[in-house]
């Protein structure tokens, strides 16, 4: 956070945030610490509620319905919670609670880094209004930009907009939008989260622009993701090929087969067919990944999902 007033912020190239922050002082990742830390901190979620959805290695959704009550308040749980992390783990964490995910999500950014935000139903709307459209879920940069340009700078503005526009200007996402804007989020807490996908990526030691040697990087990069897939029990129909170039600019391109991927052959020789089709135009490469997507049963799964939405209940994230 010390560092976020120079520009540095999560996800960004070490040295991009190098040059923004000269005094940038790098410490070595320490994996096995955060998960431990992070079985920790989930056990203590289960002492409250079993209805956990996790996100991330450090954000999940907890739904509170059924036990609320014997605390007052959904709030007094999330105190609780923070206050057994710090003592326990010795870690600060942010909560937010509303009536459903997608306020509870926006409630846990708003004060961070040791925050705890309610989001009130009388008090939805209003929140909404206030928001710039970039902090609404599922709203990139892009998209951002694209809505500023059609004069949608807040919740509200986006709120007065109506449905079949939404949907004319940004498709499917539109209905989200739209529902969102009016405080409106379905989607139930899933104790058990659906895999989509099965990826595998590698920053190379240097920038590289050989297609030879780019191949042989496949070919290692397949071998780990054949461990994954067998280890997720994965089969998928569809191989993405990421791309991302020495000036971070990223592509991906996504060939489908009416089969499944589950041999190395197959899998290499057509990330190797979408690699050679790439225009590189004399830049050089220093990211590459491979996922397997397209779930063999994510067609029943989805069909058999629609029938399990609930009511809108309260939910702490």
């Not at 059609?150 to 939008?177: A, C, M, N």
Request: charged residues 30%; glycine residues 6%.
């Amino acid at each position: 956070y010390e560092a976020r007033k120079f520009g540095v912020r999560s996800a960004m190239p070490s040295s991009v945030a190098a040059r923004l922050c000269p005094n940038l002082i790098f410490v070595p990742g320490r994996m096995d610490e955060y998960k431990k830390a992070s079985a920790k901190v989930f056990e203590i979620f289960s002492r409250y509620t079993n209805l956990i959805e996790q996100v991330s290695i450090d954000e999940a959704f907890l739904d509170v319905t059924d036990v609320w009550r014997d605390y007052g308040y959904a709030m007094e749980i999330a105190k609780l919670i923070k206050a057994d992390v710090r003592r326990e783990v010795g870690l600060i964490i942010s909560a937010g609670v509303s009536y459903n995910k997608f306020l509870a999500k926006i409630a846990s950014d708003w004060r961070k880094p040791d925050g705890l935000c309610v989001i009130h139903p009388d008090a939805a709307l209003k929140f909404i209004d206030r928001l710039p459209v970039k902090a609404i879920w599922g709203v990139g940069p892009v998209t951002s930009q694209k809505m500023e340009a059609l004069g949608i700078f807040t919740g509200k503005d986006l709120r007065e907009k109506d449905l079949s526009f939404l949907v004319e200007q940004f498709g499917s996402s539109g209905l989200s939008y739209y529902n969102f804007a009016r405080g409106i989020d379905d989607r139930p807490v899933r104790t058990e989260r659906i895999r989509k996908q099965v990826s595998a990526e590698i920053t190379l030691s240097k920038d590289e622009g050989n297609l030879n040697k780019l191949e042989d990087t496949l070919s290692e990069l397949t071998d780990y993701l054949m461990t994954r897939l067998r280890k997720n029990d994965f089969l998928g129909r569809s191989l993405t090929l990421k791309v991302r170039f020495h000036n971070f600019k990223t592509i991906t391109r996504t060939q489908t087969s009416n089969s499944v991927f589950n041999e190395k052959s197959q899998i290499l020789k057509t990330a190797e067919s979408l690699l050679e089709k790439i225009d590189f135009n004399h830049q050089t490469v220093r990211l590459l990944g491979i996922a397997i997507g397209n779930r063999l049963e994510e067609d029943t799964e989805n069909m058999l999902n629609l029938g399990d939405m609930d009511e809108l209940t309260p939910r702490l994230l």
